[in-house]
């Protein structure tokens, strides 16, 4: 069975602070990965994704991602937080292989507050 | 990228009665989700809508109590049926494309059963 955990209900940082959200992992073979960020009373909104090649990513509103096969990780970060990156996030994983099914598994969310 | 639709957005119903939720997408998806979440909390699958044939459940949940409907490649329906306020959260319906595309999600119906 697969499964994601994000260890920090919470992360708090100061606007203009380097931001890392932590994700770790546990599937079958290499697995798709995606962040995803939910504002208040909204959808989720896709971030970005891991599927081969380079292990960082980069994704909408300067947020990048860093995939570590031998940590099992793929923590979110951004350089620089701004004040509106405050919201829900998002961890999910899916099986490469196709028996082990199409279903997205997500984390339990993590909540990024970024004060003035 | 694709564009989704619910609705309603929102509603307050009586405990009993059903609801049926509408998701429409602005392109034609392979694989279609319904999934329910708590606010503030993570997203739990309810089943995968299939064109033109039974959905797919998951552990959990029954075709009785959530009936699903994919008449075609962008539109479906979940009903919550006789309805108990343990049933308020909000809904949401997701697609994608085939391969290793992403999830794109609708904004979500909150439901509220008194």
């Known amino acids: 069975a697969q499964s994601v955990a994000q260890p920090e209900d919470q992360v708090n940082v100061a606007e203009g602070n380097p931001l890392t959200v932590k994700c770790t992992y546990s599937?079958?073979?290499?697995?798709?990965l995606f962040w995803y960020v939910q504002y208040p009373n909204r959808g989720l909104q896709f971030l970005l994704k891991?599927?081969?090649?380079?292990?960082l990513v980069k994704g909408s509103y300067g947020f990048e991602a860093e995939f570590n096969k031998s940590q099992t990780s793929f923590h979110l970060k951004k350089p620089s937080a701004l004040v509106s990156d405050s919201a829900l996030y998002f961890c999910?994983?899916?099986?490469?292989?196709?028996?082990?099914?199409?279903?997205?598994?997500f984390g339990g969310g993590t909540r990024v507050l970024v004060k003035p | 990228s694709a564009v989704i639709s619910q609705k309603p957005s929102r509603d307050i119903c009586q405990r009993g009665t059903s609801l049926t939720i509408q998701c429409q997408v602005d392109?034609?998806?392979?694989?279609m989700f319904w999934y329910r979440q708590q606010p503030g909390q993570s997203l739990t699958l309810i089943a995968t809508?299939?064109?033109?044939?039974?959905?797919?459940?998951e552990s959990g949940f029954v075709i009785d109590k959530f009936p699903i409907s994919r008449p075609n490649l962008t539109f479906s329906t979940l009903t919550v049926s006789n309805m108990s306020p343990e049933d308020s959260s909000i809904y949401l319906c997701?697609?994608?494309?085939?391969?290793?595309?992403?999830?794109?999600f609708g904004e979500g119906s909150r439901l509220t059963v008194l």
């Open positions: 997701s697609a994608r494309t085939q391969g290793a595309g992403e999830l794109f």
């Open positions: 599937v079958s073979g290499n697995p798709y």
């Open positions: 891991y599927i081969t090649g380079d292990n």
């Open positions: 999910a994983v899916r099986p490469r292989i196709k028996a082990a099914g199409n279903k997205l598994t």
């Open positions: 392109s034609q998806v392979t694989m």
């Open positions: 809508a299939n064109q033109g044939s039974e959905a797919t459940y």
